[in-house]
C-alpha cells in the first residue's frame, strides 16, 4: 500500500501540548471551571474524544472478525496463548513494582489527610464475584452488547464470528470482505480524527489542569511520587526492556515509534479512546502486521493495564498505611493479586480503576473510604497510568511479532 502522508508532525503535537499546558495554568487561574473559558474549552476536548470513540466499535468488530477469519486456526491458537501469558505476567510485574515502591518510600506513614467523600456509585459498590466474571463474558444479545461498548462481550462476540467465517472458508468470502472493507473504512476516519489531534490534546490538557485542585496536592506528595515513580520505572526501563529482550527492538526505536498514542493517552486517559491511534502506530511506525495488531490491540486496550495494576497496589498500601493498617506478606500477596485482578477488570475509560479498587480494598479488610483519601489526586494520575497501560499494549504487539513469528 502506497504510504499517506502524515499531516500531523510531532511539531505540531508538541506545540498542543504546551499550549494546552500554559493555557490549563492560566485557565486555572483564571478561576478553573467557574472560568466562562472553560466550558468551551471542555466541549472542544469532548468533541475530539467522541470522534474516538465513534470508531471504536466498529474498528474492533472489524479487526478481531478479520484476525479470527484469516489467521490458520493453529497460529490463532499460539497467538492467544501467547498473548494472554504476557498480558497477565507483564500486570503482575507492574503491581509488584508497585508494592516494592510502596514499601520503599511508606508515602501514607504518618499522612495527615482529609478525606473526599465517595462518589455514590463508589459507596455502593459491590465487588464482583467470579461467576459474575464470567457471566459477562458472553452477551446475550450481542446488539446490546455494542450498544452499550461493552468491550470484553464485543470481544468475545467478534472472535466467535471470526472463528466460523474461518471455518466456513469460501462460502463466507464476501462477508469476509465486507468486514475487511469495514475495518479500511475505520482508519480512514482514524487518519481524520488524527489530523485533530494537536488541537484535542491542547484542549484536554486545557480542561484537565484547568480544573485541578493544586492544593489538595501537597499531603498526597509523596504518594504521587510512589505511583509516577513507579510508572516511569515501569514505562521508561522495565517495558522498553521487555521490548528490547523479547521483541528485538532497541528502546529508543520502540519509544520513538509510540508518541502519537501515549500523548493520546496522556489527554484523553482512556486505553479505548486511544485504541485506533495505537492500532494504526504500531502498524506504520513498529511495523507490526495487521493480523497481530488487529489481535492483540482490542483485547490489550480493554485486559492489558500495567499502569492501572501499578497503582492500585500502591494505592490499596497507601490507604492501609495511612490507617495504620499493617498488612503482612501474605496480605500484600492478597493485594498483588486482586490488583492484577482489577486492572484487567477496569474499562478502558477515565477513572475505571478508581471504581475497581474495592476489589482490592475489601480482599484485605480496608475500608473503602480510604478511596476518598486519593480521589482528589485521581484524574491526573490516570493520565499517566493511561499511558503505561498503552505502552504496554504496543510493546506486546512487538513483542508478540517477535515471539509467534510472521505468518
Ligand atoms: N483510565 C485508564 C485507562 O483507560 C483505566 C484506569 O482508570 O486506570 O486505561
Excluded at 475505520?186 to 484535542?200: A, D, F, K
Excluded at 478502558?348 to 480482599?363: D, K, N, Y
Aim: glycine content about 10%.
Amino acid at each position: 500500500m502506497e504510504r499517506e502522508r502524515e499531516f500531523v508532525s510531532i511539531r505540531w503535537v508538541v506545540a498542543g501540548i504546551l499550549i494546552g499546558i500554559v493555557g490549563g495554568l492560566l485557565l486555572n487561574r483564571a478561576g478553573g471551571t467557574e472560568s466562562p473559558v472553560f466550558e468551551t474549552v471542555a466541549l472542544g476536548g469532548d468533541l475530539f474524544i467522541r470522534l474516538l470513540r465513534m470508531v471504536i466499535v466498529p474498528l474492533v468488530v472489524a479487526s478481531l472478525i478479520t484476525a479470527a477469519a484469516g489467521l490458520d486456526t493453529r497460529y490463532l491458537g499460539r497467538l492467544g496463548g501467547v498473548t494472554l501469558v504476557y498480558y497477565t505476567a507483564t500486570t503482575v510485574l507492574a503491581a509488584a513494582l508497585g508494592l516494592v515502591i510502596v514499601n520503599l518510600i511508606d508515602p501514607g506513614v504518618g499522612a495527615v489527610l482529609q478525606g473526599t467523600e465517595l462518589p455514590k456509585e463508589l459507596q455502593e459498590r459491590q465487588p464482583p464475584t467470579f461467576a459474575d466474571l464470567l457471566r459477562n463474558l458472553i452477551p446475550a444479545n450481542p446488539i446490546d452488547a455494542l450498544a452499550r461498548t461493552d468491550m470484553l462481550q464485543i470481544i468475545s462476540f467478534s472472535l466467535i464470528v471470526g472463528i466460523a467465517l474461518n471455518i466456513m472458508g469460501e462460502r463466507a468470502q464476501s462477508l469476509k470482505q465486507f468486514v475487511g472493507e469495514v475495518l479500511d473504512l475505520s482508519m480512514v476516519i482514524v487518519r481524520w480524527v488524527l489530523y485533530l489531534l494537536p488541537v484535542g490534546v491542547a484542549l484536554l490538557l486545557m480542561r484537565a489542569i484547568g480544573q485541578a485542585g493544586f492544593e489538595v496536592f501537597a499531603p498526597l506528595a509523596k504518594y504521587m511520587g510512589a505511583v509516577l515513580g513507579g510508572l516511569a520505572i515501569h514505562g521508561l526501563i522495565v517495558l522498553p526492556l521487555l521490548v528490547w529482550l523479547l521483541g528485538g527492538m532497541p528502546p529508543w526505536r520502540f519509544l520513538a515509534g509510540i508518541t502519537q498514542p501515549m500523548i493520546t493517552a496522556l489527554s484523553t486517559s482512556s486505553s479505548a479512546a486511544t485504541l485506533p491511534v495505537t492500532m494504526r502506530t504500531v502498524e506504520r511506525e513498529l511495523k507490526v502486521p495487521g493480523y497481530i495488531s488487529r489481535f492483540c490491540i482490542p483485547i490489550g486496550a480493554t485486559v492489558n493495564m500495567d499502569g492501572t495494576a501499578l497503582y492500585e497496589a500502591v494505592a490499596a498500601l497507601f490507604i492501609a498505611q495511612a490507617y495504620g493498617v499493617q498488612l503482612d506478606l501474605t496480605q500484600q500477596v492478597v493485594v498483588l493479586f486482586t490488583a492484577t485482578l482489577a486492572a484487567i477488570g477496569a474499562a478502558g475509560i477515565p477513572s475505571a480503576g478508581l471504581f475497581t479498587m474495592v476489589i482490592v480494598l475489601q480482599a484485605v479488610n480496608l475500608p473503602l473510604e480510604g478511596i476518598g483519601l486519593i480521589l482528589a489526586v485521581d484524574r491526573i494520575l490516570d493520565m499517566f497510568r493511561t499511558m503505561v497501560n498503552v505502552e504496554g499494549d504496543a510493546g506486546g504487539a512487538v513483542i508478540l511479532t517477535n515471539i509467534v513469528g510472521r505468518k
